[in-house]
Nanobody, 124 residues
Framework: QVQLVESGGNLVQPGGSLRLSCAASGSIFSINGMAWFRQAPGKEREFVSA????????YYADSVKGRFTISRDNAKNTVYLQMNSLQPEGTAIYYCAAKRGMVLLSASQTYDYWGRGTQVTVSS
């Protein structure tokens, strides 16, 4: 079993920045990929970014390319999402996810473990 705990969600003004953290514990040796998804009220959960645990290859949704950066700290078993130039459309609950597989990193249904989420609100 793998446990994921997100943190860092907050209220931020448009154009501001925020860094989310996801700490993993448990059987982390089984994890090959980790990702961030988000879900706004009344909308489907959508892919934001993903990273391969080994090698560190990163992937981004087109909507966040150039503004968001995903990274990892293997020693701390933690994944980060640096979010810059935040806009109201970024308001959502952000979820951290981890998977044992190596493919389809943008597909939420392929992930095995999920955190409870952290709220990000972008508003003036």
């Amino acid at each position: 079993q793998v446990q994921l705990v997100e943190s860092g969600g907050n209220l931020v003004q448009p154009g501001g920045s925020l860094r989310l953290s996801c700490a993993a514990s448990g059987s982390i040796f089984s994890i090959n990929g980790m990702a961030w998804f988000r879900q706004a009220p009344g909308k489907e959960r959508e892919f934001v970014s993903a990273i391969r645990w080994s090698g560190g290859t990163t992937y981004y949704a087109d909507s966040v390319k150039g503004r968001f950066t995903i990274s990892r700290d293997n020693a701390k078993n933690t994944v980060y999402l640096q979010m810059n130039s935040l806009q109201p459309e970024g308001t959502a609950i952000y979820y951290c996810a981890a998977k044992r597989g190596m493919v389809l990193l943008s597909a939420s249904q392929t992930y095995d473990y999920w955190g409870r989420g952290t709220q990000v609100t972008v508003s003036s």
